[in-house]
């Protein structure tokens, strides 16, 4: 494909928010607790089609299990909706927002992967190429659903696997340790609760993107985290973006919100979940 058309045609996507090219969405209750409800708001593939399954990507949003909410990851979702995926925008519960702890949090993850994969022909969704994603702490709840055995929701059948088939993870929280990111709320439970002190053979691919400046997220502790994998024979893929803080890849740092939607998309490519296609500019 000509280069300067496709630049174009993704030029389109982004700023033609009103346009049919935008990716088609709609809402799923997947949680509720009293009177608390959680959503997934879904971006759907141009031309979907209801009868066949597409990979999937559920994205969770960072704010270290305070606050935030799942319009974070708006932008990567309509571009990969683009490329074809189902995509999923994934509340879950925060304590400034609901009083909650970020074990509540994980439950809440682990119930948003279970409903994909039970609902999945009803979603469009291919069962076995769920990829999960987020930042921060949304991150951290991403690499648990795979990682972490503990903090299933009592209601729920665990027959059904809350476990993604692969990870793409912005500056994520991985460790919870002594030292690590909210040891102070945390505490014990670390053992059960930290991707870090949980790898394990049989972990799912992973993109691992951190700047080599962020303060909550040491370099050390993602080359440490790159290395257990490698040993335990998963792939890591471990991106180290020179100089850049903690939450760079967002949208309003837009030239490394384009340089992470890169890496994924040939990540994506690689497992087999997007079509090739020549990686270029994003607009």
């Known amino acids: 494909m000509n280069v300067l058309r496709l630049n174009y045609v993704i030029c389109l996507l982004f700023f033609f928010s009103g346009s049919t ?37 559920v994205f969770y949003f960072g704010g270290g299990w ?19 995926m189902v995509c999923f925008l994934a509340d879950y519960r925060t304590k ?24 999945a022909r009803k979603l469009g969704v291919d069962p076995n190429r769920i990829v999960a994603s987020g930042g921060s702490a949304g991150g951290h709840l991403a690499a648990a659903t795979a990682l972490i055995e503990a903090y299933n929701d009592k209601k729920e059948d665990t027959l059904i696997s809350c476990k993604p088939n692969a990870l793409v993870l912005f500056n994520p929280v991985i460790d919870n340790g002594p030292g690590g990111y909210a040891y102070d709320r945390i505490g014990a439970a670390y ?14 691919p992973i993109l691992l993107m951190v700047g080599t400046n962020d303060n909550l997220i040491p370099v050390i502790t993602v080359e440490y985290y790159n290395l257990v994998m490698q040993k335990a024979g998963a792939r890591c893929d471990l991106k180290l973006f020179q100089d850049q803080p903690h939450g760079f890849f967002n949208y309003p740092r837009f030239e490394y919100y384009k340089k992470t939607l890169q890496d994924t998309d ?17 607009y």
């Open 21 to 57: 090219i935008i990716s088609a969405q709609d809402t799923y209750l997947y949680k509720q607790v009293y009177t608390i409800k959680l959503y997934l708001e879904r971006k759907l593939p141009p031309a979907f089609d209801e009868t066949k399954q597409y990979p999937a990507i």
């Open 66 to 84: 305070l606050q935030g909410d799942r319009s974070q990851f708006e932008k990567q979702a309509t571009y990969l909706a683009q490329r074809g």
């Open 96 to 119: 400034n927002q609901h009083g909650t702890t970020p074990f509540d949090a994980l439950r809440d993850a682990k119930t948003a992967m279970r409903y994909v994969r039970t609902h």
């Open 191 to 204: 053992k059960s609760f930290s991707p870090l002190h949980n790898l394990h053979a049989g972990a799912p």
């Open 266 to 282: 040939l990540f994506l490519q690689s497992l087999g979940y997007l079509k090739p296609q020549p990686i270029v500019e994003i």
